[in-house]
């Protein structure tokens, strides 16, 4: 369980800073000139922080029940896998079939079109940070 623990706050962390660094990147805050558009209104860094941290925690969970559930670990493994797979694949499409927000900032609406692809790697920053993390936590036998 401290294994499964460690790795969710660890997954969490460095999900939180994928995002912050991308979001910025994006926003033009790293690179002057460079950003395509501010979301912030809209998504801001608390909303993406929160996602990060209760997608991250929940799969650990999910994972730890798993493990205990089957005692096959390639099993439990691979289900988690492919469910977390599954719900970044559902996350798509629910973000492809969601109407356009009405942003105040004159800027972000122009480039309202520009929104969803924003937020298609945000859905995955956790699953990633969760799958780079793994080979650290597994223990050897």
Do not use: H
Not at 19 to 36: A, E, V
Not at 86 to 92: P, R
Not at 95 to 111: G, I, S, W
Request: charged share 15%; proline share 3%.
């Amino acid at each position: 369980m401290k294994r499964i623990a460690f790795q969710s706050v660890s997954a969490s962390a460095l999900a939180c800073l994928v995002s912050l660094m991308y979001t910025n990147f994006y926003y033009g805050r790293l690179i002057k000139d460079f950003g395509i558009a501010d979301f912030s209104e809209v998504v801001n860094m608390g909303s993406i922080i929160k996602y990060d941290f209760v997608s991250i925690l929940t799969g650990g969970i999910l994972f730890f029940a798993l493990s205990k559930a089957i005692k096959n670990s390639a099993i439990s493994t691979f289900i988690f896998n492919f469910l977390v797979s599954m719900i970044c694949v559902a996350l798509v499409f629910g973000v492809l079939k969601m109407n356009d927000p009405e942003f105040k900032n004159e800027d972000a609406q122009l480039f309202v079109d520009y929104y969803k692809g924003f937020l298609m790697p945000l859905i995955f920053i956790p699953a990633l940070s969760w799958f780079t993390l793994k080979p650290l936590f597994i223990q050897s036998k």
